[in-house]
């Protein structure tokens, strides 16, 4: 019998979660129990008598120190009443993959260590963050809370459980643990870290047709998982199941440091992808983050910008039999291009502006008002989990290509020939997303408090900037429709007279410094204007941009970290 050691412990004063959980350096993590008050203050704000005897999902991108936060989370569950754990093979679980585990085995919520897209090492990052019973990242009213309690902790609850063997699925051991007197039993199981997403996946898509089209002479597939969490899903779902090339399948072994790769898929970050894209070689081609909830897709020699990708997706959503039929209502993130608007606007859906952050997409997912929605960021999903889902997007897209080349005796319908079949219907949105890393945070905050000043003053509406004319401009503020709760303050926006817009945040996602985001979006519905490229047809506004902001004045920077 183990009995549950009860520790002092005092509060760390930086444990807020931001809107993918808490990431920080490896270096903070790993210092006394930075992480362990961090997990206590989580089995704190949970209610007891639900947290006694509940099933929790545990897994991580795999990145450096996601194995000692396994066996630390393992001992502070076994203190706190937890009667089981689910962890990956090898501690191994992508966030749409621990969502599907969740959601299939009706466990009471996960912890899911990852900081996403942030590079990995020991001298980089490393994160963790909670999701709920619907498979879907926590709500403010819940993080909030854990940060509350984060600021007056003053012991711990765990058990001394021995090293757990993570390499073998199956029962990995299991403990009676005594506190006070009662007992109760704790248990750990090793899950097979790709069986439930991928019987996720055959119930959503027409396997067999994907099968037919990767068989196709013509049509050449490859991959790129960065050496992220989505190896073994790609090497199992793309290789084994549907016949793709093994070869092709590229960085399928998750690495602690991914490879010395920045693990954020896109045009900056997997330059080997889009290298051989633009070779000519493949049809089709994608890379994943570190987790495995964002994507990038690539035609040949042909980018595809995520809001494309999103509305493309949407338009096209009869060729996924999970939809036929089911498709109600679309959504994405207000910084996200409008692309979307448009497809939901010709099919009579129902439409939702939200802010960033995938969990404003739950309350929509669970009352049924949307089924598909997504974020510019690279990140595209739906109903069946509750997470941004990178290999489901690729899927929809092999079931878009494949619909189109039903016939094999015709030539091959690409990629880029479907994004403009798509413009040719519904216009273009030229969209992109200059990102400024690693800017000193005063700085960030003070250009930031600078554009609050320009919205605030009545004379901006009606103001002429270069050709063009601010109809409004806010700081987005989004009332939730299910619950009613507000979120405030979600990115600075001016709209001008035809349509565009220009929108500028501050990132919540990094762990040094400050991010500041600004996204450009323009409608173009003038067919012969659609083969542009993007940077060229957005050059006035990137100015414009520039201007309104005074970006270079504030932070001395010249240009962006990254261009989406």
Not at 25 to 53: I, W
Not at 251 to 276: I, Q, W
Request: hydrophobic content about 40%.
């Amino acid at each position: 019998m183990s009995e549950v050691k009860v520790i002092p412990t005092t509060p760390f004063k930086d444990q807020k979660p931001g809107t993918s959980g808490l990431r920080k350096k490896v270096k903070v993590f790993s210092t006394g129990f930075y992480l362990h008050n961090f997990v206590q203050s989580l089995f704190n704000t949970l209610p007891a008598s639900e947290l006694k005897g509940a099933t929790l999902v545990v897994g991580g991108d795999g990145r450096y120190w996601n194995n000692e936060a396994l066996q630390i989370i393992i001992q502070l569950s076994a203190g706190n009443g937890v009667a089981k754990l689910l962890i990956g093979q090898n501690g191994i679980l992508s966030t749409p993959a621990v969502s599907a585990v969740v959601r299939a085995r009706k466990a009471y919520g996960a912890i899911i260590l990852t900081a996403s897209h942030n590079p990995g090492g020991e001298h980089n990052d490393f994160g963790i963050k909670y999701n709920t019973g619907n498979g879907g990242p926590a709500p403010e009213s819940i993080t909030n809370a854990i940060y509350a309690e984060s600021l007056k902790i003053s012991q711990l609850r765990l058990v001394d459980v021995p090293h757990v063997d993570l390499s073998k699925v199956g029962p990995a051991g299991s403990w009676t643990v005594s506190s006070g007197g009662v007992s109760s039993q704790f248990a750990v199981e090793v899950i097979d870290s790709v069986a439930d997403y991928l019987a996720l996946m055959k119930s959503i898509f027409d396997f067999d047709s994907l099968k037919k089209l990767m068989a196709r002479p013509d049509f050449k597939f490859t991959s790129d998982s960065l050496n992220g969490v989505t190896g073994p899903y790609c090497t199992r779902i793309f290789a084994e199941e549907l016949g793709a090339d093994p070869a092709a399948i590229k960085g399928c072994v998750p690495m602690p440091d991914f490879g010395g790769h920045h693990p954020d898929p896109n045009l900056t970050y997997a330059p080997e992808l889009v290298k051989l894209m633009y070779s000519g070689q493949y049809e089709l081609g994608c890379a994943f983050d570190g987790d495995g909830d964002r994507n990038m897709v690539l035609g040949n020699k042909f980018f595809v910008n995520p809001s494309d990708s999103l509305a493309i997706i949407a338009a096209n959503a009869d060729s996924i039999p999970y939809f036929r039929g089911k498709l109600k209502g679309v959504s994405r993130s207000m910084p996200t291009g409008s692309a979307i608007d448009r497809v939901a606007q010709r099919l009579g859906l129902e439409f939702f502006e939200v802010p960033t952050g995938w969990k404003f997409f739950g309350n929509l997912m669970d009352a049924g008002r949307i089924q598909i929605c997504g974020e510019e960021s690279f990140g595209t999903g739906s109903d069946h989990i509750r997470e941004k889902d990178g290999l489901w997007a690729v899927l929809a897209w092999l079931s878009i290509v494949a619909h189109y080349n039903s016939d094999p005796s015709k030539p091959l319908v690409t990629v880029a020939e479907i994004a403009r079949q798509h413009w040719t219907k519904y216009g273009r949105n030229f969209f992109t997303r200059h990102d400024f890393e690693e800017v000193d945070s005063d700085a960030a905050n003070k250009m930031m408090a600078h554009l609050n000043t320009v919205i605030s003053d009545p004379a901006v509406k009606g103001r002429k900037v270069g050709n063009y004319e601010i109809a409004s401009a806010d700081d987005f503020e989004y009332t939730d429709p299910i619950d009613g709760s507000v979120s405030k303050n979600q990115g600075i926006r001016f709209v001008f007279t035809d349509g565009s817009r220009l929108v500028f945040r501050l990132s919540g996602t990094g762990s040094s410094g400050a991010t500041i985001r600004v996204y450009i979006d323009m409608y173009e519905p003038h067919t012969a204007r659609h083969d542009r490229d993007t940077q060229d047809a957005l050059k006035e506004f990137i100015a414009i941009g520039h201007e309104i902001s005074q970006l270079r004045a504030f932070t001395g920077r010249n240009a962006p970290t990254v261009i989406t």
